[in-house]
């Protein structure tokens, strides 16, 4: 019998926003398994602490970079594929030994996760499961106070990397919008969102749900370089008033 | 001292994902409230049942109408102003005698929620908390086993409710779309997806993450009208493989 993958949400940082099952299974795993930047604790095992027992081994899986490469960069792709290759190989001696294991993710698994390419390549052949979490979108525009999308509504969500021209085009499209992964982008999103007329609506938010959380409106920053992971939140307006 | 409005996601139905958060409020709050279709238990308070305790107040507003009237339809738009205003004054009974009150919300409150409405009516008068969860959507790609947006993907969330023609357009500049409130509307949609070339990559799902959930692809779906929470989901196909 060979062991279960379970796929864990953990959600947008605060670890009372994960989900009961996500507690139950990290805690009853025998492998808990998680990504993190070179020489950190890891973000989705900080938010799991409570809930991995002292008995349970630990993978930690060290992502090769981060920020330093452009995913359109072909080594991107290359150097993590191969990354992901040797994940999947590690992970799948525990689960030919018999044991299940917890891959930790932070947010939801499958909306952009990198526990989807262990997915892809174990999904096949072992038995998995999915636990899905809250998102760290969710998590901002609850901490800012935005209710995003009313009634009929369309959402755009857009990663900060397309080129200004594609983003006030697909602003100027939707009702609301999340714009996403700004780092070094925020010059270039802070123009597309003025040239769509959004900038009164338009709220940053870094860290959000956790306790050094940042939510100001986007106008007020003034900073050009910000982390990877801050968002800004474009909210919807109709709905019955 | 005024009480505290908790609006509580409750997550896609599955009891097990309610986040720790939702739970404990729900247990803790000393009213609990929540919306439902006239003559039923509730969904959102089905899912919570494990946490009302025997002692909470509980408040159940019943929808003058769900999907009887089109949201476009003036009508539709003063009704629900008029109930969701009756209801604020409800609310604000218990919060002004000093009582929290937990109204509890399928998915994620500001994502498509009627909560928002009473948040948009009482926040600005009463302290108010809200306790994000895991969305429909994201219960119903993960019970389908979909990967859904990758790397720099763009995800669009579209109502059914939309033209054809509109539809379209939207499809075909995205990489992942989630298709929401499909009921009568599937013809159009199945219509929509076929011109953007997407039936391959189109899969549907009803009550996900649920006993009774459906998941199978769009082109084995014969049926013209199906229940209004039902969803088509495209994923994206992009990242390091």
């Given amino acids: 019998m060979t062991g279960t993958l379970h796929v864990v949400g953990v959600g947008p940082g605060d670890p009372e926003l994960m989900t009961l099952k996500a507690a139950r299974v990290i805690a009853t795993s025998?492998?808990?398994?998680?990504?993190r930047k070179r020489g950190r604790p890891g973000h989705a095992r900080s938010i799991a602490?409570?809930?991995?027992?002292?008995?349970?081994?630990?993978?930690?899986?060290e992502y090769p970079f981060t920020t330093e490469l452009d995913v359109r960069d072909p080594r991107y792709l290359a150097e993590m594929g191969?990354?992901?290759?040797?994940?999947?190989?590690t992970l799948a001696t525990r689960l030919d030994a018999g044991r299940d294991v917890a891959l930790l993710c932070e947010g939801d698994p499958f909306f952009y996760g990198s526990a989807m390419y262990l997915f892809d390549r174990l999904?096949?052949?072992?038995?998995?499961?999915?636990?899905?979490?809250?998102?760290?979108?969710?998590?901002?525009?609850?901490?800012?106070?935005?209710?995003?999308?009313?009634?009929d509504?369309?959402?755009?969500?857009?990663?900060?990397?397309?080129?200004?021209d594609d983003l006030v085009t697909r602003l100027a499209a939707c009702d609301a919008a999340v714009i996403?992964?700004?780092g070094r982008n925020l010059p270039k999103v802070r123009a597309a969102v003025e040239r769509a007329g959004l900038t009164g609506r338009a709220v940053y938010v870094e860290r959000g749900t956790m306790a050094d959380e940042i939510v100001r409106p986007l106008a007020e920053v003034a900073k050009d370089r910000v982390p990877y992971f801050a968002l800004v939140l474009i909210p919807g307006r109709r709905g019955p008033r």
């Fill in 180 to 182: 996403m992964k700004l």
């Fill in 153 to 164: 509504d369309v959402l755009a969500v857009l990663p900060a990397t397309m080129d200004e």
């Fill in 49 to 61: 602490a409570a809930h991995v027992g002292a008995e349970t081994e630990e993978l930690a899986f």
């Fill in 123 to 151: 999904g096949a052949d072992y038995r998995s499961e999915i636990v899905p979490g809250v998102t760290g979108m969710s998590g901002c525009w609850t901490r800012a106070g935005l209710p995003m999308t009313h009634g």
């Fill in 82 to 89: 191969g990354f992901y290759e040797a994940t999947a190989r």
């Fill in 30 to 35: 025998p492998v808990v398994a998680f990504f």
